[in-house]
Each structure stands twice: as C-alpha cells, then as structure tokens.
C-alpha cells in the first residue's frame, strides 16, 4: 500500500541523484513509492539509477521542459494519498516521512507539513528561515497584519524538499506553475497558496539536509532573476485566494513587484518601472523601509541613464 508518493525533478544530477534516493529508502517510514522524472538530463544522471532494483522506484522521461512542469507530471502519476518533493541534490534524515504522517493523520484537516533544513557549512549564505519565523513547531497563519517581508519570509521558507502535503490540496490549488521551462517561482506559485490560507503544521526539527552548493538555481544562479511567476499569473492566483485573506497577497505582489522595478532601474527604465507600480501598487503602507527602497529606484533610474549618456558622449 501506497501512503506517500515522492516525486524527483531529475536534470543533470549525476553526482548527486543515488544519495537523493537513498535517502528515501532509508526512511523509517516506508510505505512509499518513488518518481523519478527525468526532464531531459544529458549528462547520465538516470544511469546512476539503473542499479536500484525495488519496484517502488519508477523513472519517467520526457524532454526537458523545467522543474514546475516535471513535479506536475509526477503528481499526475501518483498513487498515495500525500505528496512529497525531494530535489535531486538535496536529502532527507530517517525521520523526515514517518514525521510528517504522524502528523499529517493525526489531522485530516491539515493541508500541509513544512520541515526545517539544515544547510551545513551554508548556513550563512542560506539562513534557515522557518527557525527564525517559528518560535514552537505546531500550526501556524499568518496573522492578517503580517507586513509585506514577513509574507515574503513565510513563503520562502517552505522549500520544495520540506513539504508534504495532502494530494488533493496539491490538486485544489492547482499544483506548480506549468509554464515549460520556468526555472524561477514555480513553486512559488504553489507554495503561497498554501502558507496565505491553508492549514499547515511546521516542525522545526531539521529533517532535511539542504544542499545549496549543488543547486545551479538557488543562491547559486548565476545572471538576472526572471519575472516571478506570481505576477505574471496574478489575476488567477487572485481567484483562488479567499477574500479574507486576500489582503497578504496583494502585500506579496507588491514585495514581488519592487524586486522586479529594481532590476529594471540598473537600466534606466523608469516608463517600465511606473507601468509596474500601477498594476501592483502597494494596497497600504508598506513600511518605512520598503518605502526607502522604493524612492532609491528614482535614484538608480537617474544614474543609469545619466551614465549611460555619458558613456555615449
């Protein structure tokens, strides 16, 4: 029997995909199955699997089309009434499934478990958020007067290798964002809809070990962060989200929105920079820190273009 079913976005990970998977099989909880799939890996990553012989383990291939698109895939296959995602490079401790089914069965109502990660060596290039936002493990909402960075925090914290939710939740919320090969916010996109208005406990044990050094799209990205998929897809996200609670998310979009005019101010778009405060401003007083940041855009704005045209004389 099928409780939990474990999906793997799999993309050049060679080094690193068996020490994923053993990780899953040495869970004290076992009642599982395991999908792989592999999004186009070139470099021999699904190779690495060909000696796992356990008929839980299945490997699907398709051409690459990115991370939200593959876990989607896998959900779709799954048989178990939880879903869990483990990314490639990183793995879990022993206790990490049989915690999070404890928990989840003891609370049908529970939409959602969250872990706390260790990152080792990292943890000053990658601060474990959920230690710093949850004082006890147990459920936890955002108060509605929650400003815009504690929404961000709360958001963030929940890591795709740290949750496990229910897999009608999965569905409800309609899973990560499917655009092919988004490779920034697509899980954003799910993770949001949780935190802002579903039930989730949060433990603050470190079940998850987090390997930032072989991730290429985390604190490792190299190059300019693409547009969040959150406001690209506002107007359905906003449909989802019940009225009363609506008041965080426009306080996140806003967050997103000023994270997206500062990359444009490094080029002098200022016409660009007031066409996104129009369609995401800020619902109220964003606080006066949020404020400085964005009377700094004006600034970075005036000094692009004044040294462009310098450069240009």
């Not at 990970?13 to 592999?38: G, N, P």
């Not at 470099?43 to 699997?49: A, Q």
């Not at 609506?246 to 920079?273: D, M």
Request: net charge neutral; aromatic share 10%; proline share 5%.
């Amino acid at each position: 029997m099928v409780t939990i079913s474990v999906v793997i976005p799999l993309y050049n990970k060679q080094a690193s995909i068996v020490r994923a998977v053993e990780s899953i099989f040495a869970q004290e909880y076992q009642l599982f199955e395991i999908i792989v799939i592999d999004d186009g890996s070139t470099d021999g990553s699904v190779e690495r699997l060909e000696h796992v012989c356990d008929p839980r383990l299945r490997i699907v291939r398709q051409e690459n089309a990115g991370p939200g698109v593959a876990r989607n895939r896998g959900a779709a296959l799954a048989q178990g009434e939880y879903l869990a995602f483990l990314d490639a490079d990183d793995c879990w401790k022993p206790a990490y499934l049989s915690t999070a089914h404890k928990i989840l069965s003891a609370d049908p109502g529970l939409d959602g478990f969250v872990a706390a990660y260790d990152t080792g060596s990292y943890a000053t290039l990658q601060p474990n958020l959920l230690l710093k936002l949850i004082a006890r493990s147990g459920e936890f909402a955002l108060p509605l007067s929650a400003p815009p960075a504690l929404v961000k925090d709360h958001v963030d914290a929940a890591q795709a290798s740290c949750v496990v939710l229910k897999r009608s939740t999965f569905v409800e919320c309609g899973g990560f964002y499917n655009e092919p090969h988004c490779t920034y916010g697509e899980d954003t996109y799910l993770w949001l809809q949780m935190v802002l208005f579903r039930r989730i406990y949060y433990d603050r044990t470190q079940l998850v070990d987090f390997h930032v050094e072989d991730s290429q799209l985390g604190v490792g990205r190299k190059g300019e962060r693409p547009t969040n998929p959150a406001l690209i897809e506002a107007d359905v996200l906003r449909r989802s989200i019940p009225s009363d609670r609506a008041i965080l998310f426009e306080r996140l979009l806003g967050f997103y929105r000023l994270r997206e005019t500062q990359k444009l101010a490094r080029s002098g778009r200022w016409k660009e920079i007031r066409e996104w405060r129009k369609r995401f401003p800020w619902p109220e007083f964003p606080g006066w820190d949020l404020l400085r940041q964005e009377r700094k855009l004006e600034l970075r704005c005036l000094h692009s273009l004044v040294s462009g045209k310098a450069a240009g004389s």
